[in-house]
Each structure stands twice: as structure tokens, then as C-alpha cells.
Nanobody
Framework: VQLQASGGGLVQAGGSLRLSCAAS????????MGWFRQAPGKEREFVAY????????YYADSVKGRFTISRDNAKNTVYLQMNSLKPEDTAVYYC??????????????????WGQGTLVTVSS
């Protein structure tokens, strides 16, 4: 599965962006999906997760209430709606596909396919 992330850009604090992650295969609908981010000089960290059906989502505490993950299996695409952006949200955002289920959704090693990343810059 190839993943293509897009939608990043420069936005002022308090603004919004919507990231998209398009998958190359119809098997996307069977994959649980996650968004991660990596700020300069920091490790990649978990942001949000959605199960294959879209029925369950999880968020990092730092984005809860501001970000929303969703998916459209007919379009092989997962989205990350980011509202009330803060300068500390500045990072390269990556989407990942997870074949496993279960509670370890925040673990990097759980994801077998990754998109190339899209840069989000939030100015103060």
C-alpha cells in the first residue's frame, strides 16, 4: 500500500488545516490508520487513530478537542481536520497504516506503511 499525504502549509495560530492521506489500494478499507507528527529535533509522536470502519478513534491529549480524524473508504482516504492550531503543532505530519488491531495504536512499530509526510507550520 502506498500512502500519499497532502494538505500541509503555513497557517496562523488559531487557524485550521485539513490533511489528507490517500491510499493506492482498495485494501485500505481493511487497515486501521494513524496520524503521527515529528517536530524538528524531536521524535515522531502519535496524534490520532481510526479503526478500519471508522467506528473508533483515539487522540493524543495534546490535540484532543482540536483535531478530528475521519476516513472515507470509498475514496481510500483518511483525513485529519486540525482546528485552533498552535505554534507547537508545527511538524511534519505522517499517516500510517496498521494491520493489527488492539490497544497499542500509538506505537510506531505497529504501522507497516507510511506516507511521505506533509509539513504544517503554525506561526504565532
Amino acid at each position: 500500500v502506498q500512502l500519499q499525504a497532502s494538505g500541509g502549509g503555513l497557517v496562523q495560530a488559531g487557524g485550521s488545516l485539513r490533511l489528507s492521506c490517500a491510499a493506492s489500494e482498495r485494501t485500505f478499507s481493511t487497515h486501521n490508520m494513524g496520524w503521527f507528527r515529528q517536530a524538528p529535533g524531536k521524535e515522531r509522536e502519535f496524534v490520532a487513530y481510526i479503526t478500519w470502519s471508522g467506528g473508533t478513534t483515539y487522540y493524543a491529549d495534546s490535540v484532543k478537542g482540536r483535531f478530528t480524524i475521519s476516513r472515507d473508504n470509498a475514496k481510500n482516504t483518511v483525513y485529519l481536520q486540525m482546528n485552533s492550531l498552535k505554534p507547537e503543532d508545527t511538524a511534519v505530519y505522517y499517516c500510517g497504516a496498521r494491520l493489527n488491531s488492539g490497544s497499542y495504536y500509538w506505537g510506531l512499530n505497529e504501522y507497516v506503511y507510511w506516507g511521505q509526510g506533509t509539513l504544517v507550520t503554525v506561526s504565532s
